[in-house]
């Protein structure tokens, strides 16, 4: 799908405040009265969106503009932090910071950059924080089911077994003062797919923000950051995507200033054998694709928090999962598991109940329970 459609389709308008309007309105009209030469309009800042390719799909840097030209070099910067994140954390690249680190950590102590090193110690805490539901050592698994390296594929139970025995992030010692990885265990491999996204995200946001830009939107695939409004509105209206894609958006909401979304879900990347679906999420606890849920979608501060928590809320599953995100007040959950004859259940967290809007197309498809 063209994503500029794509980003286009997913906000529209919520109109901004009367007094706003009215304030603009004044303001207009006294640079009307002031003008001593014949009142030329400025041009109305309008979203412009800047796409680009980066790992391994697209990735939407939307700029409130009135002038696309000039706010090009803007984001062409965000562009190119999103770039290095990727050079750094890919897994797809021979050449990337944890290619390298998977090449050594066996073998040596390697020191690593100050931004890996950053998205490790994340990676690690939350290994801990979700009793092991997020474990970067995955690596061997996800490229077992193709997800890495690809293409997609169900490998045998043997396979399955040799690259679960590499699994498990107490095999990984960091030193957080010397930012050194080492592996205590051959062949451990180490992934950041669950979590890099979001960084780049917010590393993006934060390079517009220290350019002057107040209005924005930096979306990698459903990896988002809202910077202030978009133009003749009040806020971002965001559509969260129907995990089975049978309609585009199954609920929209907005997104204030400052606030980001992720969403994890099956539909993204995922294997079809014999009937049954396999993801991309993998419990490390079994070695097999996570069941239980369709689509996690958070919302909190920061893409890093929100796509830190959606592959570990992901592995838990249905119950586990409400719990661990009614616990944290920093994020706001939308979780979509599977149901019968067709309709799903969307649990959605109280605390976003005056803002979940289940879009009219939908209404048919979920039933929408708050916890
Ligand atoms: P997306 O990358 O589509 O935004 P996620 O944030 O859920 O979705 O990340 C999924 C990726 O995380 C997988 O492709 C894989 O690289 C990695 N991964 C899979 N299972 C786990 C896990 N249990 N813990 C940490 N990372 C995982
Ligand atoms: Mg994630």
Redesign the pocket.
Known sequence: MDNFERISAEIDNVPRRSILRLALVACAAFALFTATRPFAAAPEPRGVVYPTRVMGTYANVLIVTPDSAASAPVAAIAQRALARVDSLMS?WTQTSEVARINREASRTTVTVQPEVARVLEA?LRL?KESQG????T??P??RAWG??GGPHRVPSEAEIANAFRLVGAQRVQYDAARRTIHFTKDSVRI?????A??YAVDVAAESLAAHGIQNALVD????MVAMGHPANAGAWRIGVRDPRDRVRFFARLPLEAGEAI????QY??FVESKGKTYG?????RTGKP?EGLLS?TLIGRSALDC?SW???L??LGGRESRRVAAERTDLHAILVSPGDYGVDTVWVEESLRARFTLVPEARDLFQVIYF
């Open positions: 897994n990676s290994w539901a997020f474990d970067i995955v690596e698994l996800v997800f890495i992934d950041l797919g669950g979590i996204k979001g990698l695939t459903g990896n992720s969403t994890s879900g993204e990347q991309h999420i993998i419990d490390p996570a996690v796509d959606d592959t570990p992901f592995v």
